[in-house]
Nanobody, 120 residues
Framework: QVQLVESGGRLVQPGGSLRLSCAASEVTFSNYSMSWHRRPPGKEREFVAAVTSVEGNTNYADSVKGRFTISRDNAKNTVYLQMKSLKPEDTAVYYC?????????????WGKGTLVIISS
């Protein structure tokens, strides 16, 4: 069973930076696209950023473009989210997701999340 464990979330002042990590196990990590999502307080979960498996192509939500960078280290089975110029509205639980196809069905695996709070 795929396991994803996020880490790095904490309280940060507005304008600060933070790097989140998501470590994957029980999977050939390099074969899969990875993404970050977040759930702000009282809101639905939303897409943040994604990186493809082989080419390493990335895409971002408009709200984080230019401030967040997703990257992956296939040797460490880890995907990162580098965040800068953080705003109070970035406060959320951040989740990583692994996307694959199982028996012809699109399947997603999620971590349990890490809490990021942006506040002075």
């Amino acid at each position: 069973q795929v396991q994803l464990v996020e880490s790095g979330g904490r309280l940060v002042q507005p304008g600060g930076s933070l790097r989140l990590s998501c470590a994957a196990s029980e999977v050939t990590f390099s074969n899969y696209s990875m993404s970050w999502h977040r759930r702000p307080p009282g809101k639905e979960r939303e897409f943040v950023a994604a990186v493809t498996s082989v080419e390493g192509n990335t895409n971002y939500a408009d709200s984080v473009k230019g401030r967040f960078t997703i990257s992956r280290d296939n040797a460490k089975n880890t995907v990162y989210l580098q965040m800068k110029s953080l705003k109070p509205e970035d406060t959320a639980v951040y989740y990583c997701k692994l996307s694959t196809v199982v028996a012809g069905v699109d399947t997603n695996f999620w971590g349990k999340g890490t809490l990021v709070i942006i506040s002075s």
